[in-house]
């Protein structure tokens, strides 16, 4: 897996981790009365997966550019667990950091179990609400509204009637995913088939970074006769891009805007939009929050009214089809509105 971050984890199931280089040079506990400024804590597929853990890099980097605030970021490890997570989150905030966010659901009860332990320090978890802790801010995020978006521009793009959609991990935030976008589909032509696959099943969360297995998946929708896939994918939504891109096909992007991603420069002619979430923008709000002495805490949703959602259209060739961009404006505003309501289940 790739390593990026400024903090390298020496080892996993040892009692500590420890850490060869810090924002302020320190390695050890004893630095706990240090500012270390904020952590991130990358979920499966770490950074550079162009979608979900990037966009909470960009906040962080936006946070120390524009607060001048310090910071560290650390990799997941292959096959860890959640007392692997734990000793993560506990290093990290017994080394000074504040605030310590934790980007995906699968740190829940990690964040649970540690934030006890530090409670003058704030936790951030994203995508998850479970965890009701004055120190713990969960950032949440109206993900099918953005789909459904996603939904209307397929159904109006494709020529076969038949759209894709490819899920990493069959679990409820997922299935919000597919939910939105198949009633956009549905909404706009009730004639549209829509194929739904998953790569894993929870426990197995390799799903979001299988970018093969991405790639036979849609490969197979192709075959199937779908000319629009949608993914939700992480890391593993590249394989979907690559295959749908190779075939002259169109690939709706997840999470961050995936057309200006340089990862995935080759395909971008052909990623016709992105249903987007402000990880990035939650990331710097919480960052900011503690900053000014104003911490966040309890439950924070980011939805299609405020823009923590929406279908990014940095295409060009998206914003020459004038039909689809009124269609995605009109739902967005019926969205807003309350006229549309979106489901989170399939």
């Not at 979001?208 to 998946?217: E, N, Q, R, S, V």
Request: proline letters at 3%; glycine letters at 12%.
């Amino acid at each position: 897996m790739r390593r990026v971050s400024s903090i390298a984890v020496a080892g996993i199931g040892i009692a500590a981790l420890a850490f060869t280089t810090t924002a302020c040079g320190g390695s050890s506990s004893s630095d706990s009365k240090k500012d270390k400024g904020v952590a991130i804590a990358y979920d499966v597929g770490g950074r550079g997966d162009q979608s979900f853990n990037d966009a909470a890099y960009a906040g962080f980097v936006k946070a120390k550019k524009e607060l001048g605030v310090k910071g560290d970021d650390i990799e997941p490890s292959e096959g860890e667990s959640d007392a692997d997570k734990v000793q993560r989150l506990t290093e990290l905030a017994r080394e000074g950091h504040n605030p310590v966010i934790a980007v995906g659901f699968v740190y829940a009860p990690a964040v649970k179990e540690v934030a006890k332990k530090y409670p003058k320090i704030t936790f951030g978890l994203v995508d998850d609400d479970t965890v009701h802790m004055k120190n713990v801010v969960n950032m949440v995020f109206n993900e099918e509204q953005g789909s459904y978006l996603a939904g209307v521009a397929a159904a109006l793009t494709t020529k076969s009637k038949t759209v894709g959609f490819v899920g990493g991990v069959e679990n409820p935030l997922i299935k919000k995913f597919e939910a939105g976008y198949v009633q956009g589909v549905h909404d706009t032509d009730k004639s549209v088939k829509v194929k739904v696959q998953y790569l894993t099943q929870p426990p197995d969360y390799s799903g979001f970074k299988k970018p093969d297995a991405g790639k036979d998946t849609a490969n197979g929708q192709l075959d199937g006769g779908a000319d629009v896939i949608y993914q939700a994918a992480g890391d593993s939504g590249s394989g979907v891009i690559e295959a749908a891109a190779t075939r002259g096909k169109w690939a709706i992007g997840v999470d961050s805007d995936q057309y200006t991603q340089k990862g995935l420069a080759k395909f971008k002619s052909k990623i016709l939009a992105s249903a987007t979430k402000a990880v990035d923008e939650a990331v710097f709000n919480l960052v900011k929050s503690v900053k000014d002495g104003k911490p966040q805490s309890g439950t924070v949703r980011y939805g299609l009214k405020t823009g923590g959602v929406g279908l990014a259209d940095s295409n060009p060739e998206y914003k020459k089809m004038t039909k689809v961009v009124e269609a995605v404006e009109t739902a967005k505003k019926k969205i807003i509105s309350g006229e549309i309501k979106v489901k989170t289940t399939p």
